[in-house]
C-alpha cells in the first residue's frame, strides 16, 4: 500500500512539473511558446555554443591557445547575447497590454542596437585575429564560420530592431 501512495505521488509531481496530463499543455502556458524569433535565437544560442566547444578544445590540445581562449570568449559572448535577447522577447511577447508593449519597446530596441554593436565588434576582431595572427587552417576556418555567425544575428537584430510587432 506505501508503494502505491508513493508511485500515486510520483505521478502527480510529474503531471504538475510537466504541465499538463499525457502531454497536455494548458492553455495559459499557450503564449510561452517561442515564435519564430525565439526559435531562430534558441537556435543561434546552440551555434555559438559549439563554437565555444569546438575554440575550448583547440586550446585544451594547446592548438594556438591565446587565440583559442579569445575566441572561445567572443563565442561566449555571443550566445549570452542571443540567450538575453532571446529572453527579452519572451517577456515581450506575454505583455498583454498594448501599453505596456509600446512603454516595452523603445528599452528593447535599445538593448538590441547595444547588442549588435557588440556583435560588429566582435566580428571584426575575429576577422584581425584570423588575417594577422592565426596560422592554423582549421583554426582559420571554424574562426570564420564564427564570424559569419555573428554576422547573421547581428543582421537579425538590426532588423529586428527596426521591426515593432
Known sequence: MKMIKRSVVIVLVGIVLSGGVLGQTPKRRAAVVPGSRGIYLLRQYLVFSKHNTA????????VEQD???????????AYTCASAVS???SIYDQLSCRADRDMAW????AELASQANLL???????DHNIVTYVKT??????AARMKKDMEELKAFLETTEKDQQ
Open 120 to 126: 560588429d565588434i566582435s566580428a571584426k576582431a575575429v
Open 55 to 62: 575554440f575550448l578544445g583547440f586550446a585544451h590540445n594547446h
Open 87 to 89: 529572453v527579452l522577447f
Open 106 to 109: 523603445p528599452l528593447i530596441k
Open 137 to 142: 587552417p582549421a583554426v582559420a576556418a571554424a
Open 67 to 77: 587565440l583559442t581562449m579569445e575566441f572561445a570568449s567572443l563565442a561566449n559572448s
